[in-house]
C-alpha cells in the first residue's frame, strides 16, 4: 500500500485504485485484528474469513473518514476520495460504507450495540 501511494503522487486515482490501496494498509492491519479475534474465539475458517472481510472493510471505513477530516482541518494532502469525489460525495460513501458494514454485522452475529457505537464512532469521530 505505502509503495502505491508513492507511485500515485500527482495523480488522483479512481475509487477502486484508492480502495485497494486503502485496503492494502488500514484495512488489511484491521482486518487481521478482526481474523486473529475470530481465531481465539475458536470460530470456523469461514468466520475467521468473513470476520477478516469485515475489518478491512472498516479499516476502509476509517480511511474515507480520515480523508473527509484531512479536508474539512487542512486541505487535501496527497490522492484521497476527496478529490476524487468531491466532500459531500465522500460522506455518502462513508454512511453507505457504515450502513454495509451494519448489515453484514448483524449477519455475522456481531453483538448490534457495541457495532453501532463501534460504527458511530468511526464515523462522527474529530481526529
Do not use: M, Y
Amino acid at each position: 500500500g505505502q509503495v502505491i501511494d508513492l507511485t500515485l503522487k500527482g495523480a488522483v486515482p479512481s475509487v477502486e485504485e484508492l480502495c485497494h490501496n486503502h485496503n492494502l494498509k488500514t484495512g488489511a492491519l484491521f482486518g487481521a485484528a478482526l481474523a486473529l479475534g475470530a481465531v481465539g474465539a475458536s470460530v470456523s475458517l469461514p468466520k475467521v474469513e468473513a470476520a477478516r472481510a469485515w475489518g478491512v472493510k472498516l479499516g476502509l471505513l476509517f480511511q474515507v473518514v480520515d480523508d473527509i477530516l484531512d479536508a474539512d482541518s487542512k486541505g487535501d494532502e496527497g490522492p484521497n476520495f476527496v478529490q476524487r469525489l468531491g466532500l459531500n460525495e465522500t460522506r455518502a460513501f462513508a454512511e453507505r460504507l457504515r450502513g454495509e458494514l451494519a448489515h453484514e454485522a448483524r449477519e455475522l452475529g456481531f453483538g448490534e450495540t457495541g457495532t453501532a457505537a463501534l460504527l458511530d464512532f468511526f464515523v462522527q469521530r474529530k481526529v
